[in-house]
């Protein structure tokens, strides 16, 4: 009779945990990540310029303590390795009102655009080459949480960037 009872409490754990009872989304503050980076390369008589785009993504658990106003620090394109400093800061700009507010439990995202060329401004020749490195590039930045000290570093994956 007493297994009886165990395989009926295992199997009673079991249907609690394939339910979705047990959450193990341990997120107590903003996890942020950069999702579809891409950028072009394009030359022209003045030097290159530069358009990127990636989306940011920003997920906070449900045994936070309460909302987080997300607050974004700024963005750079750095090689690879994050070893050089290739654009920065990265001229990004979002239809999106910052800061943004991510609830308990929820995800929130933020597209964010990059146009170096919008203001008439170039790329030096070695910045250029560098964003077409064969190694290629990453998308990093830093976030602020209002649910925790300081600030939250993020980066792409790496990711070849469109060149001529």
Known sequence: MKARAWV?????????????????DAAVFVAPSIAAPEATVATGALGASLEARFTLELHLGPRASGPSRVAVRGFEITSADQKASIVAP?????ATALPVEVAPGSDVT?????????EGGTLPGEA????????????????E??????????????????CP
């Open 90 to 94: 990265l001229p990004v700009e979002t």
């Open 145 to 162: 949480d209002s649910l925790e000290d300081g600030a939250t570093p993020v980066a792409s994956a790496v990711f070849h960037a469109r």
């Open 110 to 118: 933020v597209v964010f655009t990059a146009d170096t060329s919008a």
């Open 8 to 24: 009926s409490a295992a199997v009673a754990t079991l249907a609690a945990a394939a339910s979705g009872c047990i959450d193990t």
């Open 128 to 143: 250029a080459a560098a964003l077409c490195a064969a190694e290629g590039i990453r998308i990093t930045g830093s976030i």
